[in-house]
Structures are given as structure tokens and as C-alpha cells.
């Protein structure tokens, strides 16, 4: 038998309808061409399964015992192959129980999970999520092998590899918010009032500075961090009980007015605004149950955005 790299399959196409018609011409309409061309068909297969298939009687065509052999293992491996090549099914996420892993900051954890949760629980109460901290690394291979669905997070922080996917979700701008009844923050800070006050840096990282003093340092100034912490948590409730400075994205400062007595003020300085994107790896690109969780991951991000 011919090597299956130089078999083409079609010919097995061509193979069930002549099974099925018994008779060139009619198999020759069944599959849109030329009673020559499907002749020509039928030499192939002939050459190819070096067997006659259909021989001439006086009751017509009729099959030779090689070719009644190949009917049914034909067609099962018709029907697989039509199986692979259909779009894949729609995902029912009323009835999944899936489980989506996704990695993210707390702040866009503060900003996005809660109401992608509520989201999620009322349409799709048997899915379930898990949110992890994003590494310090971009975890890459987690995307690969499917242990990370996606990662959200600032595009500059994040620096994600070029061969990633990666959607824009909502932009913010930073700013700075105080206490109410601050002794020397009372409206949009000069650079010399913001610099001489004791400020608190978030830096989950643990680094000592952050993207603002990158900015005073070409200005040639610097501004003294008293205290570090790790994470949101706890950062409005500290701000509220004492004088520092807390610099951060105008979402976020805007949601902890709602727990604490804050006030935000612009930084002075001119610091550009920043993406927060959703990434994923091209490999679950077209899978739908991926596509279910980004675009209900898409809708929380428009309301976010004021959309």
C-alpha cells in the first residue's frame, strides 16, 4: 500500500460515494464533477489500493471483497475526521465547572475580582477561580502549560514577551492622597511641598523606590520614604491616621475615599498615564471557555473604566 504521506484523502471521500452509488455517474453528480473526472478517481484508487474495487456485472457495479473490507473503516474514519475539523462547541458556562487560574496585583485583585466574582457567581455558579500573586518573573511558562488562564496587571511593570497576547483593559493616572485636615496638604501640592513631607510607598516587589522617584531623580530631587508596605491593604487606613503622602493610581485612591477620610490631589509632576492589560498566551487564543473568561473579564474592566 501506498506510504500515507502520498495518499490523498480525498480519495477516501471519493471511495464512500462510489460505495454508497454503486455507479460512477450518479457518484460522479454526488461529489460535483465530470463522469470522466470520477472515472479518473476511480483509477487512482484502484492504483492506490491495488485492488479493481468495482467490477462490471450484469447487475452493475459491484464491489470486490477488498473493497467491501474497507466500507466501514472508511467511513468511521470519515466521520472522526469530520469530527476534528468541526468548530469547537460552544462553552456552556450555566452548567461548567471549570476552574480559572488568574494572575494579578492586588490592586487590580481590589479593582476587578470582586465584581468579576459577582459577575461569574450569578451566570456561571459552578465555575470556579483562583487568583494568585503575580512573581517577579512573567510567568511565561505558566501560560504555556495552562496553569495561569491570564495575567493582569500594569504593561509597563508586567513587560510582558512579545509573543503573548495582550488586551488593554482600562488606563489610570497617579496621584496622591492625604488625610482630611492635613497640617500642610490641603490642596494640589507645589513639588517642594510634596517632596519635604514624609511619604509611604506601596512596593510589592519590596523595592525601595517607585516609579515616581525614578521621575524626581531626573529632576534631581528626592522625596524621604518612611514607611514601606507590601500590599493596598492596609495602606488608606494608615494614611488616614497619620501626615504622610500616598502615591498611587486615581482608581484605587478613589475606592479608599469610600472606607476612609482622604483627600487626592494631583502629583506635580508630569508622569504619563498607564495601561492595565490583560494577557494570555496564543495557544488558548480561540479555546471558548477562554474566550468566556476574557470577555467577562473585558466587561468589568469597561465598568471600571466608567464605560
Known amino acids: 500500500m501506498s506510504n500515507l504521506r502520498t495518499f490523498d484523502l480525498n480519495l477516501l471521500v471519493a471511495f464512500d460515494v462510489l460505495m454508497r452509488e454503486l455507479n460512477v455517474t450518479r457518484a460522479a453528480e454526488q461529489m460535483f464533477v465530470t463522469q470522466s473526472a470520477m472515472s479518473h478517481i476511480l483509477n487512482r484508487l484502484r492504483q492506490k489500493l491495488d485492488d479493481p474495487l468495482l467490477v462490471k456485472t450484469p447487475a452493475g457495479m459491484k464491489p470486490t471483497e477488498r473493497a467491501l473490507a474497507l466500507i466501514e473503516p472508511v467511513r468511521g474514519l470519515l466521520a472522526e475526521l469530520e469530527q476534528l475539523i468541526?468548530?469547537?462547541l460552544e462553552?456552556?458556562?450555566g452548567?461548567?465547572?471549570?476552574s480559572f487560574a488568574i494572575a494579578a496585583t492586588d490592586y487590580l485583585e481590589?479593582?476587578?475580582i470582586p465584581a468579576l466574582s459577582g459577575l461569574i457567581n450569578r451566570i456561571a455558579p459552578g465555575i470556579n477561580i483562583h487568583v494568585k500573586?503575580?512573581?517577579?518573573s512573567f510567568p511565561v511558562a505558566q501560560l504555556e502549560n495552562g496553569s495561569l488562564d491570564v495575567v493582569l496587571g500594569f504593561e509597563s511593570v508586567l513587560d510582558p514577551p512579545a509573543q503573548l497576547q495582550c488586551q488593554k483593559l482600562f488606563d489610570d493616572e497617579m496621584v496622591c492622597v492625604v488625610r482630611q485636615n492635613h497640617p500642610v496638604i490641603r490642596s494640589a501640592p507645589s513639588l517642594e511641598e510634596y517632596i519635604a513631607g514624609p511619604h509611604m510607598l506601596i512596593s510589592w516587589k519590596g523595592n525601595p523606590a517607585g516609579i515616581i522617584d525614578q521621575y524626581l531623580q531626573e529632576l534631581g530631587v528626592e522625596r524621604r520614604i518612611k514607611l514601606?508596605?507590601?500590599n493596598f491593604l492596609s495602606a488608606p487606613l494608615i494614611v488616614a491616621q497619620t501626615d504622610m503622602i500616598l502615591s498611587l493610581p486615581y482608581k484605587l485612591a478613589e475606592r479608599f475615599t469610600t472606607f476612609v477620610p482622604l483627600e487626592i490631589f494631583p502629583v506635580p509632576l508630569?508622569?504619563?498615564t498607564y495601561d492595565l492589560v490583560m494577557i494570555w498566551h496564543p495557544l488558548q487564543d480561540k479555546d471558548p471557555a477562554h474566550l468566556w473568561l476574557r470577555d467577562k473579564i473585558t466587561t468589568i474592566g469597561r465598568t471600571v473604566n466608567g464605560l
Open 270 to 272: 508630569k508622569l504619563p
Open 95 to 98: 452548567t461548567s465547572q471549570r
Open 86 to 88: 468541526q468548530p469547537p
Open 133 to 136: 500573586r503575580t512573581e517577579t
Open 110 to 112: 481590589f479593582l476587578l
Open 91 to 93: 462553552f456552556e458556562a
Open 228 to 230: 514601606i508596605v507590601p
